[in-house]
């Protein structure tokens, strides 16, 4: 059913416990993640998002609200050029921040 020209979506929950660790362990092993603000240059420079549906703010924010399997497939679509890196103002280490992320991920997987 339509009202009012838009659509409601089902409500999404976050196991805040499950969520933390995670964050926690990719914090401790890139130290600059946590000081990312999500300005979106990053997503900007990015040379496979100029080829392909890949933004790497977005995962980055997808995997701290804990919904790491939606980026699993994504991360290896990532060329580690470094760009990324290059032009980000707070100096977040982008490269070891991705291949974190598929660290855990590989874990998390089946």
């Known amino acids: 059913m339509k009202a009012f020209g838009f659509n409601l979506q089902k409500t999404r929950t976050y196991e805040i416990d499950t969520t933390h660790s995670p964050c926690e362990e990719l914090e401790h092993a890139v130290p600059s993640f946590r000081q990312c603000m999500f300005c979106g240059s ?3 420079t990015c ?5 392909i549906d890949f933004n790497i703010l977005r995962y980055n924010l997808l995997f701290r609200r804990g919904t790491r399997q939606e980026i699993a497939n994504d991360l290896d679509n990532c ?8 032009v980000c103002p707070r100096g977040v280490n982008t490269r070891a921040m ?8 590989q874990t998390d997987r089946p």
């Open 79 to 86: 060329m580690l050029c470094g760009k990324c890196s290059l």
């Open 42 to 44: 990053c997503a900007a």
């Open 98 to 105: 991705i291949m974190e992320m598929r660290k855990e991920l």
């Open 47 to 51: 040379s496979a998002n100029s080829h």
